[in-house]
């Protein structure tokens, strides 16, 4: 399938701050849109979903806002915390696709500072 | 959610020998998929696991190098076959359950 990027691979923020986490996906079909963290020695985890018949949704600290005419995916996390620092994936699926398949982006590396 | 538990969580093997990686469930699942995420990359679908019959691979995944057994919808086993270090990596297993949840992983390393 299509891939989806990222623009930054390594993102430094001080503590306290907002983070801006952005995607780029090519795939015009797809129209179910996931971010993931990763901590070291785990596997992904779930953090927030959006549907492409959305532009905003929001969770607990978190903000994923979708542009479909640009085709650009990011995420907002609030009052970045030190157990915020992991590698952020985003991935794209069709919900017409068998199984909810994921292609996933590069990854960034969010590294907290205190 | 769903809980996932992968076995081995790593494990270290010499070229040529094969590794048996297994993936149970808390309770039955429709869907379950296998992932590779080499050293600092991202992840990329290996194959389906179906229940009752043989896995659906992805483009550049083949059943003899990665062959995937489903005897029913709680687990599934994939093993990497004829190692190499090209095969060091992470393997993730991973079900649907509204969305998509993810085992912790295996870490493989080929000598």
């Known amino acids: 399938g299509e891939s989806v990027g990222l623009h930054l691979p390594t993102l430094s923020v001080q503590e306290g701050d907002n983070s801006i986490i952005n995607c780029a996906y090519s795939?015009?079909?797809?129209?179910?849109f996931i971010w993931y963290k990763q901590e070291s020695g785990k596997g992904p985890q779930f953090i927030i979903d959006?549907?492409?018949?959305?532009d905003k949704r929001q969770g607990q600290r978190v903000t994923v806002l979708l542009n479909k005419t640009v085709k650009h995916l990011s995420l907002q996390i609030a009052a970045t915390q030190p157990g915020d620092s992991a590698v952020y994936f985003c991935?794209?699926?069709?919900?017409?696709?068998?199984?909810?398949?994921?292609?996933f982006g590069g990854g960034t590396r969010v590294l907290v500072k205190p | 959610s769903a809980v996932i538990s992968q076995k081995p969580s790593r494990d270290i093997c010499q070229r040529g020998t094969s590794l048996t990686i297994q993936c149970q469930v808390d309770?039955?699942?429709?869907?379950m998929f296998w992932y590779r995420q080499q050293p600092g990359q991202s992840l990329t679908l290996i194959a389906t696991?179906?229940?009752?019959?043989?896995?659906?691979?992805e483009s550049g995944f083949v059943i003899d190098k990665f062959p995937i057994s489903r005897p029913n919808l709680t687990f599934s086993t994939l093993t990497v076959s004829n190692l190499s270090p090209e095969d060091s990596s992470i393997y993730l297993c991973?079900?649907?359950?509204?969305?998509?949840?993810f085992g912790a992983g295996t870490r493989l390393s080929v000598l």
């Open positions: 991973s079900v649907v359950r509204n969305i998509q949840y």
């Open positions: 795939n015009s079909a797809s129209d179910y």
């Open positions: 696991a179906n229940q009752g019959s043989e896995a659906t691979y």
């Open positions: 991935a794209e699926s069709s919900l017409e696709a068998a199984g909810n398949k994921l292609t």
């Open positions: 309770s039955q699942v429709t869907m």
């Open positions: 959006i549907r492409s018949n959305m």
